[in-house]
């Protein structure tokens, strides 16, 4: 029997996991979590063989508590579960030490295989997501953003304007305007609000809680 820790900040999403996990003798469900800071104490706790993990959460979000589980060592395996296949989503998850990435439409015989493979310790990949991974493994490497465009993304991020920006950066308008044209070129975006996610999502910029 492989022991469960669920992990989603809805609880409607917990009780239909809860409910079709526990109703199959595979599994055994030791308890639930409703953000990353309430994972990782449950999992210390519990000693979960799997963690189903959301990843966006409030308080702690899921990548952050997959690193924490880390460095706690913490030996359950991590699938992750959640909405957002976006290739910042799939790679910082993979990154901090997820054992599988999975999509909440996936089918329930195909998580519960998941679930199975994950507990043996193997790499567990919607099709969806694993062609976005051989994809971004296929594009030539993107290039970082400048420091300086990091700044004004920074201030974008922020809630100023251009004009605003160029102030608190004694440039120009115009200025800022090129370090965003380039900034969108590297991301792959093609608006502010879409630079400013990728840069979170990318980790180049930490998100304002404000």
Known sequence: MISLL?????????DGLRGMFGADPRFEVLGEAADGAEAVAAARRLGPDV??????MPRTDGVTAIKQLAEHNVPARILVLTTYDTD????????AGATGYLLKDAPREELFRAVEAAARGESVLSPTVASRLMGQMR???AQPLSQRELDVLDLIARGS??????KQLFISEATVKTHLMH???????NDRAAAVAAAISRGYLAPNDS
Not at 51 to 56: A, K, P, W
Not at 88 to 95: C, M, P, T, W
């Open 88 to 95: 910042g989503d799939v790679l910082l998850a993979i990154e």
């Open 139 to 141: 594009r030539p490497a």
């Open 183 to 189: 900034a969108y070129a590297k991301l792959g975006v």
């Open 51 to 56: 963690i189903l993990m959301d990843l966006r």
């Open 6 to 14: 669920i992990v989603d900040d809805h609880p409607v999403v917990r």
């Open 161 to 166: 304007t251009n004009r605003e920006t160029a």
